[in-house]
């Protein structure tokens, strides 16, 4: 500390705590203090913040195991429809090597939204469920996993489990 600033004032030390900076911009800002604001909300994308929309396609692939073929036929189609809600295309490829592929469009407004989409086949590569929305009930349901729209796969017999 300075000489001069610890005796202003005619020699009384000063009571005001000095905060330490490690650099020249770690300064307290006028919203540092703010009441008013939220810093853990979280904002709802708004389609005008992106009127023009993407302007490259991006896009992620990813594998998935044979045995889960015949249940992602069966899913595909919720899952198409969900996602064009959000101006993604999906495309399910069983022939050659069993792959998902996940594609932005030129109705894309969101750019996250791509990445929420390639963790949701990766999710379905790896055998999560995908769940239809059940309407409201007026009972409580005993189950914690109720209106969950992805929930994990029972495991898969082996051959230890199986019984002959």
């Not at 015949?70 to 189609?77: C, G, R, T």
């Not at 064009?84 to 399910?92: F, N």
């Not at 996940?102 to 969101?110: A, L």
Request: charged fraction near 25%; include cysteine; glycine fraction near 4%.
């Amino acid at each position: 500390m300075n000489w001069a600033m610890e005796h202003e004032n005619n020699g009384n030390i000063s009571q005001q705590p000095k905060m330490k900076q490690k650099g020249k911009h770690d300064k307290l800002k006028p919203w540092d203090d703010d009441p008013n604001i939220d810093r853990w909300k979280i904002d709802k994308f708004d389609q005008s913040w992106n009127e023009t929309g993407m302007l490259e396609v991006s896009s992620f692939s990813t594998l998935f195991p044979r045995y889960s073929e015949k249940y992602l036929q069966e899913v595909w189609p919720t899952v198409n429809s969900s996602l064009k809600e959000y101006g993604i295309s999906c495309e399910l490829n069983q022939l050659v090597e069993g792959s998902m592929t996940v594609s932005t469009t030129r109705k894309t407004r969101d750019s996250y939204i791509i990445i929420k989409a390639r963790d949701l086949i990766k999710l379905l590569s790896r055998s999560f469920l995908v769940h239809q929305p059940e309407p409201p009930t007026l009972a409580p349901s005993s189950s914690p996993h109720q209106n969950q729209h992805l929930s994990p796969r029972p495991p898969r017999p082996t051959k230890l489990m199986r019984r002959n």
